[in-house]
């Protein structure tokens, strides 16, 4: 369990699946893009156009899934993570499970990080 003193980013929040558990720097930026591309559009009350629809595109063929995902993964996070500026991203699909990695680096810094969002079908 840390501390409110023990936090040295001025960016924080409550770590997923971790009581007391906090993400702050290159942990926080990746939750919140996890958070953004694992939320469909709709699903917060006042903030409708909020997350994505990658979600939509794993059962086309890879071909015109991997484009499109890569598509929805750039405008969401360009629009809900605005500290940071996409370097790349790396889609993988196998049977029902969606891998999205994203190269990225802070655009206040050289400071860099990679988030990997993993979305499966079948929960």
């Known amino acids: 369990m840390t501390n409110l003193n023990e936090i040295t980013y001025v960016d924080w929040q409550l770590k997923l699946n971790s009581i007391g ?8 930026i990746n939750q919140c893009i996890a958070i953004i591309l694992l939320t469909p559009k709709g699903r917060v ?27 929805e993964a750039t405008d969401s996070i360009t629009l809900w993570e605005t500290r940071i500026k996409i370097s790349s991203i790396e889609v993988e699909i196998e ?14 810094s050289n400071a860099t990080g990679t988030a990997e969002v993993n979305y499966d079908k079948a929960t």
């Open 21 to 28: 558990g906090v993400a702050e720097g290159v942990d926080d």
């Open 45 to 71: 009350p006042h903030r409708p156009t909020f997350g994505s629809d990658i979600y939509k595109y794993i059962d086309y063929p890879v071909n015109e899934a991997i484009p499109n995902i890569v598509r």
């Open 95 to 108: 049977q029902s499970t969606l891998t999205v990695k994203i190269d990225w680096t802070l655009k206040d």
